[in-house]
């Protein structure tokens, strides 16, 4: 069993929807991190929630923690093929020394 | 300037060889990690280095030795390569500490390894 679960596996939507994925726990976690991987290259830090409940912008993509620090969601808005990748969350504990992630969303956006 | 490489990008060998894989990070962080991407893109966490000091091994098999020469540089070493080696490996590095940012991890572009 994975400590990160992520919904959905696959996503394959037109340009200017909008889109949400999860990352959900049953473990509450100091932090969850976003990241996307583009093909061939390797993952980039989106963003990094801290406070349960928050929520952070960053243009187009709206990053919440869960008020229980267990889980997160990603909205896109607007989608535009540019935001086609693997979309990974992570999570970390003080006492694990590393972070956790989750088997991603693979997003694919068609112009 | 690039701020984690690895080289090399592709590696093609076949079963039996040994290779290695080297990353250097000029973030000035303190903290390096190997992790293995399968074909699932599952990304699994290898080795973590703290200061050239050993504090995170996943049950990995011995074939694969990780060596830090200093808080900039993790190396790879993997000896007697098998087919089920074949993915791809990230090197990254973060930066340990209190509060917000701890490991928040900055990934090299990969190795993409293939045995045959």
């Known amino acids: 069993t994975q400590l990160l679960e992520q919904s959905p596996q696959f996503l394959s939507i037109q340009e200017g929807e909008n889109l949400t994925v999860y990352c959900n726990s049953s473990?509450?976690?100091?932090?969850l991190q976003w990241y996307r991987q583009e093909p061939g290259e390797g993952p980039v830090l989106l963003v990094t929630?801290?406070?349960?409940?928050e929520v952070k912008k960053l243009k187009r993509l709206t990053f919440q923690f869960g008020d229980a620090r267990k889980d997160s969601s990603l909205h896109i808005t607007a989608a535009q093929p540019g935001d086609t990748g693997l979309y990974l969350c992570?999570?970390?504990?003080?006492?694990?020394?590393?972070?956790?992630f989750g088997p991603g969303t693979s997003l694919s956006v068609i112009p | 300037d690039t701020a984690v490489s690895q080289t090399p990008k592709y590696l093609v060998t076949q079963m039996g060889n040994d290779k290695s894989i080297k990353c250097e990070q000029n973030?000035?962080?303190?903290?390096m990690y190997w992790y293995k991407q399968d074909s699932k893109k599952f990304l699994k966490i290898m080795f973590s280095?703290?200061?050239?000091?050993?504090?995170i091994n996943e049950t990995v098999p011995n074939r694969f030795s990780p060596k830090s020469p200093d808080k900039a540089h993790l190396n790879l070493h993997i000896n007697s390569l098998e087919l089920g080696d074949s993915a791809v490996y990230f090197c990254?590095?973060?930066?340990?500490?209190?509060?917000?940012?701890?490991?928040?991890?900055?990934f090299g572009p990969g190795t993409r390894l293939t045995v045959t």
């Open positions: 990254a590095s973060s930066q340990s500490g209190e509060g917000t940012g701890t490991y928040e991890q900055y």
């Open positions: 929630v801290v406070t349960g409940g």
């Open positions: 973030l000035g962080h303190d903290t």
């Open positions: 280095y703290n200061n050239k000091e050993l504090i």
């Open positions: 473990s509450v976690f100091s932090s």
């Open positions: 992570a999570g970390d504990k003080t006492s694990y020394d590393k972070v956790i």
